[in-house]
């Protein structure tokens, strides 16, 4: 089965201003992949990096949205010491931290 793990970016995309056409159809995008993990076509993937980002989102309702599709996870990967030496491998790399944490995780 496809796993998919979607950055922070990709579940805040529908609260987005929709009157740019590719926002809308990234929107578009972002909807349907939720919907195979909703009827168990791909396996989405969370991450405690992922909660921990969404912690920091100052909108409310994007926060609770993200929330619930991250505890539909079918996998969680946990913040280890390995995660974190590939993540700061990454950002060494000229990737911004977070990012390269979300990277090592995938």
Do not use: W
């Not at 991450?47 to 100052?58: D, G, K, Q």
């Not at 079918?74 to 990277?103: F, S, Y």
């Amino acid at each position: 089965m496809i796993r998919v793990y979607l950055d922070t970016s990709i579940y805040n995309r529908p609260f987005d201003d929709q009157t740019q056409a590719k926002i809308f159809l990234e929107t578009q995008a972002v909807i349907l992949i939720l919907q195979m993990v909703e009827t168990k076509l791909i396996e989405l993937v969370s991450s405690t990096v992922l909660e921990y980002e969404n912690s920091l989102n100052p909108f409310l309702v994007n926060q609770q949205s993200m929330a619930r599709y991250l505890k539909i996870a079918n996998i969680k990967i946990l913040l280890d010491t390995e995660i974190k030496i590939r993540g700061e491998q990454l950002e060494r790399q000229g990737i911004k931290a977070i990012d390269a944490l979300h990277v090592a995780c995938a």
